[in-house]
């Protein structure tokens, strides 16, 4: 499985309490297979066809006070250095094995982050294998398909 990921970052609000947030743009449909190391605490994980909605850390989530239904305001820099703003119901939040990740860390379909950025694409490609020992097959796989500026 090969699936396309962006990262985003910036500023999370609602009402008076406005935290910084360092997260991904996902495309929720393969994030399924590829999120086992987070544990869904509350909620629901991110759903195909979702684009205004955020799964937080559970620690963000905890320092915002928000719950699943709340609505958040996320703020970045887009790619052309203005602001850009969109408003996010909390679909979920989760905890992975790190709490100063979750207590930064959310998660965004990907459509959304490249709306925030303003941007087309992905910045970063996640393989699964589903066994290394395809790993320098899928490897050379890889190389001839990207430029060799790449």
Do not use: C
């Not at 970052?9 to 406005?18: D, P």
């Amino acid at each position: 499985m090969v699936t396309p990921r962006i990262a985003v970052s910036g500023l999370v609000s609602i009402g008076e309490t406005t935290l910084s947030f360092a997260g991904h743009g996902v495309d929720p449909q393969n994030e399924i297979a590829l999120a086992s190391g987070l544990d869904l605490r509350s909620g629901a994980t991110l759903q195909p066809g979702d684009i205004d909605t955020v799964l937080l850390g559970e620690g963000l989530a905890a320092n915002l006070g928000v719950k699943p239904g709340d609505t958040v305001a996320l703020l970045v820099t887009a790619a052309n250095g203005t602001f850009n703003a969109m408003d996010f119901t909390v679909r979920g939040t989760f905890s992975s094995v790190s709490k100063a990740y979750d207590d930064i860390a959310l998660r965004v379909p990907l459509v959304a982050a490249q709306r925030l950025l303003r941007v087309a694409g992905a910045q970063q490609w996640l393989v699964l294998l589903e066994s290394t020992d395809a790993t320098q097959e899928t490897l050379q796989r890889i190389r001839q398909v990207l430029p060799s500026d790449a």
